[in-house]
Nanobody, 117 residues
Framework: QVRLVESGGGLVQAGGSLRLSCAAS????????MGWFRQAPGKQRELVAQ???????NYADSVKGRFTVSRNNGENTVYLQMNSLKPEDTAIYYC???????????WGQGTQVTVSS
């Protein structure tokens, strides 16, 4: 069972930046794609960004140009650099991993990101 541990959430003012990190306990075929989803109060969990071990990426339209997903395969870690944050980015951010962009086999415990206006 792969464990995903997130860090880096917090409180930031609108226009600010945060960087999230997620470390996987091991590298398997089911960590081929790693990424981030988020869930705001009263809303469904939604995709933020994903990246494959080969570097292919997938972004939600709402974060394109503001967020950047990256990974270090050697350290089994995925990152999310969030710039120009908006109050509507406030949510719990979850790390996920799976075989493809359509799979989510493992989830982290979540980290809170709060953007004040």
């Amino acid at each position: 069972q792969v464990r995903l541990v997130e860090s880096g959430g917090g409180l930031v003012q609108a226009g600010g930046s945060l960087r999230l990190s997620c470390a996987a306990s091991e590298r398997t075929i089911r960590t081929n794609v790693m990424g981030w989803f988020r869930q705001a109060p009263g809303k469904q969990r939604e995709l933020v960004a994903q990246i494959s071990s080969g570097g292919n990426t997938n972004y939600a339209d709402s974060v394109k140009g503001r967020f950047t997903v990256s990974r270090n395969n050697g350290e089994n870690t995925v990152y999310l650099q969030m710039n120009s944050l908006k109050p509507e980015d406030t949510a719990i951010y979850y790390c996920e991993a799976g075989l493809t962009f359509s799979d989510a086999d493992y989830w982290g415990q979540g980290t809170q990101v709060t953007v004040s206006s």
